[in-house]
């Protein structure tokens, strides 16, 4: 499919076909007040040597930091064989053509995905993804309003300790589609959502429950979601896909599961990269199929008989309903899915076992090293995934910034976001950190903290 | 050429109603909407018991190839909708008259009549779109 673009020949032909005398006539009717002025803030463009070496310089000023921050991205280990694979001719593309039956392969590559999120998740069926963690919880939010025709309002309960810029976001988005976000507070000493908390839920449409929390501490979903469903709600559940290698996956949540599972695809073999890109994924049960937004690949037999792929369920789309599809998102985040589906290929089911596993007991090892330390302890009672909350004896910016110096970066900050809880800072250790490297946080920080030097030795 | 019942009443959005005996009116859409929508795959019907105006959209009828809405051509509530669909809304397009209908509504006392068209009116309708 090649992209040629008009000669200047061309262009003057069209032109004087129509009779306009060049091509900013054809903006004539936009008024000039509608109009945006050259972007003051956006430099001449770079040629590619010039930009390579201010890249390069960019990337230098990072250093090799060794990072705790998790807070919604997480640094796993990625296959080499992951990107070798994804950044192969055949799969290097984020878009699905526009006839997309005519590449089989990236339809093929789609269901297979789209069938180990439905596996992760213990549901029914998932989109093909949708653009990050954050806008598809949005999404969730008006998917539930679309299919719990029952409820009497457009409110959505969303604990605190759900992650904050997921909240923001769907704010953002469903904001003028008249949806509401009811924050429900957290027990303080546990850091979790507790029903007997939750008051003036009647005819809310939908519950939120994020699993790990943004604490990393473990919800009570069962109870959760034998409770929304009592009360005619849906529940949309926010997971990280890695927990799921431990956790009990949203389709098993309860008596009925969760009706709508969502999340932050990055753990699947996308790298930080600074915040982005990443894919958002989403499943649901089959019932709601038809609410969900998003492209869906479904497998099917052409006319002589042979496996074939296809999109399929396109009335919901924007193309097909316009105004009254369920998503204005008509496309997927197909160069991260591919290295998502690869990354699962690769792991398995035990590879994301040991994955999750190796993560918690790195977490708890880290927490073990860092409450030894004078003024820092645990923030909550209970058991967390692979994050957890620490309070200390004085504000947590300037330690950040004495760790940053030293190479590390200490956690997630939580003064911003918790006022409520003082002095406090989230760290997560992944199963990519060691023994020696949680060592040399601690005796940083504890440098920082003006404690006497810890003798290694761990638990 | 579609078939279009004397005895219904019609809408120019191709939604048919039949006065029924008690008073109520069920609504389908007509034997050209099937037709020209293709096979159907699927409908979604609203609530028992939501209150719809004359001209509100109330329904979705969705075909392989487009999905559209159906409006409801009466105020009222919707007392009923044929639980056939939900498993074979290829009923549509077997019989869009009779076991395709969609749902029933009662009219409220008070609403103000919508713009129906009889059989004859509805049929010179169709012919007009025809050129």
New interface residues.
Partial sequence: MAFIPHTPADVREMLAAIGAADVEALFDEIPAGLRSEPLAGVPEALNEMRIGRLLRERAAADGMVLSFIGAGAYEHHIPAAVWAIASRGEFYTSYTPYQAEASQGTLQLIYEYQTMIASLTGMEVANASLYDGASSLAEAALMAVRANRKAPSRRILVPATTHPHYRQVARAITGRQGLSFDVLPYDADEGILATSDIVAAAGAVALVVQQPNFFGRLEEVDALTDWAHAQGMLVIAVVNPISLGLLEPPGAWGGRGADIVVGEGQPLGVPLSSGGPYFGFMATRKEFVRHMPGRIVGRTLDTSGREGYTLTLQAREQHIRRAKATSNICTNQGLLVTAATIYLSLMGAQGIERTAAASHARTRELLAALVRLPGVRTAFRGPCFHEAVLRFDRPVAPLLEGLARDGILGGFDLAGHYPELGPALLVCATETKTSADIERYAAALGRLLGAPPVRAGIC | MSTVPAELEYTDAHEWLRRLPDGTVEVGITDHAQHALGDLV?V?LP?VGRAVKAGEACAVV??V???S?VYSPVTGEVIACNPVLEKAPETINQDPYRAGWMMRVRVAPDAVAGAVLSAAQYTEFLDGKDD
């Fill in positions: 699927y979604e609530e969705e075909s190839k487009s999905a809405d």
